[in-house]
Nanobody
Framework: QVQLEESGGGLVQAGGSLRLACVAS????????LGWFRQAPGKEREFVAA????????NYADSVKGRFTISRDNAQHTVYLQMNYLTPEDAAVYYC?????????????????WGQGTQVTVSS
């Protein structure tokens, strides 16, 4: 069983930056891949970014490429999402997700464990 807890959300002006963090407990951190997803009001949850077990592989949604960076610190059991050049379209609840194994793709159903989410609000 893996527990995930996100932090770092908040209110930021368009063009600004935020860094989200997700601390994991349970299992062996380096044995699972991690992803970030988001859900805006009235919309389906969507993939944002994912990272491999070693951190050497990353995967991004087209909408965030070049602006967001996912990283992980296996010693601190933490995955980060650095978000730059935020726009109102990035406003959503951001969720951390994990799964055991090598998969670090974009499919929601591929992830077994989810955090409670952290709200990101972007003012125009």
């Amino acid at each position: 069983q893996v527990q995930l807890e996100e932090s770092g959300g908040g209110l930021v002006q368009a063009g600004g930056s935020l860094r989200l963090a997700c601390v994991a407990s349970g299992g062996t951190f380096s044995s699972y891949t991690l992803g970030w997803f988001r859900q805006a009001p009235g919309k389906e949850r969507e993939f944002v970014a994912a990272i491999s077990r070693s951190g050497g592989g990353t995967n991004y949604a087209d909408s965030v490429k070049g602006r967001f960076t996912i990283s992980r610190d296996n010693a601190q059991h933490t995955v980060y999402l650095q978000m730059n050049y935020l726009t109102p379209e990035d406003a959503a609840v951001y969720y951390c997700a994990a799964r055991f194994g090598a998969y670090y793709g974009s499919t929601l159903s591929g992830y077994a464990y989810w955090g409670q989410g952290t709200q990101v609000t972007v003012s125009s």
